[in-house]
């Protein structure tokens, strides 16, 4: 049975996901005695920890981070009720703004903050340096294709896992090479996406080589094919986007969506009619 949280120091070392992170971070103001977290190697996925301290601090937290990234929270805070708006879900926008950028027609998203601190707003920024279009109003934002540069091209990605299987997918559909750098921590996720997503664009005619810590994807991919998911709901939706482009393509897993987007499948359909997810 819990005893509650003693506080006090922890030191997370390798295999870390920015998950642990949060979660300490989440429950350490309820700790009998003040806590600091000492993270002691390379931290993905920073963003994520950046929008947990964001909401700790809307809700009456104060976290301390000091410039070597050790994190400290007094002890018997509490978190304040109140009103908060909830961002849509940027990781779940990055397939529409993959669609537009393959199919080469706008699509509109509704409901995303362009000044998001989700570190998945980046996708934006690499649609724009592949020759994509981007715009952003009140209402939210609008894509609009097709992929005009076909120039070799490398990212970064360290920060931002959960964008790289729809980058993959829209990178099958560039001439040039797209190296997609610093993802060791795909091979960890629902599937080992690395090896997965490098299987499954051969199969749709792309050029895919995997090493440890990255891929290069080349296009045009243009093969319909039977997409094997891993049971991996990114992989999946991922696949299905490339599907608006390519005839013969089908998912054998449609269900497992369901982990993070239960209605992607309607939204994909209502492409069909006015672009707007």
């Not at 991922?238 to 390519?246: D, K, P």
């Not at 393509?249 to 969506?257: A, M, Q």
Request: with cysteine; glycine share 8%.
């Amino acid at each position: 049975k819990a005893q509650g949280l003693p506080g006090g120091t922890v030191r997370l070392t390798r295999g870390l996901s920015s998950q642990y992170v949060s979660s300490l971070l989440l429950a350490a103001p309820y700790a009998e005695k003040d806590t600091v977290i000492e993270v002691l190697t390379s931290l993905p996925s920073w963003p994520y920890i950046n929008l947990t301290l964001d909401v700790m601090e809307r809700f009456g937290v104060e976290v301390f981070v000091s410039e070597d990234r050790r994190f400290h929270i007094k002890a018997r805070q509490a978190y304040q009720p109140r009103e908060y708006a909830i961002e849509g879900d940027l990781s779940s926008a990055t397939y529409f703004m993959a669609a537009a950028a393959i199919v080469g027609q706008p699509i509109k998203i509704s409901n995303v903050n362009p000044n998001s601190l989700q570190g998945d707003l980046r996708f934006l920024e690499i649609l724009k340096i592949m020759g994509c279009k981007v715009s952003t109003s009140g209402e939210g934002i609008e894509v609009a294709g097709p992929l005009l540069n076909h120039e070799d091209l490398s990212f970064d990605l360290k920060d931002v896992p959960d964008m790289v299987p729809a980058l993959a997918v829209v990178s099958a559909f560039r001439k040039g090479k797209t190296t997609l750098k610093n993802i060791l921590h795909l091979r960890l996720k629902e599937s080992d996406r690395i090896a997965a997503l490098t299987c499954e664009l051969r199969k749709i005619g792309a050029r895919a080589e995997e090493m440890a810590d990255e891929m290069i994807v080349q296009g045009v991919a243009s093969n319909g094919a039977e997409i094997d998911c891993y049971s991996d709901h990114r992989i999946a939706m991922s696949f299905a986007v490339a599907g608006l482009a390519i005839e013969g393509i089908s998912i054998k897993d449609p269900g497992c969506v369901k982990k993070s987007f239960p209605d992607f499948w309607q939204k994909l359909d209502s492409l069909g009619s006015g672009r707007r997810p």
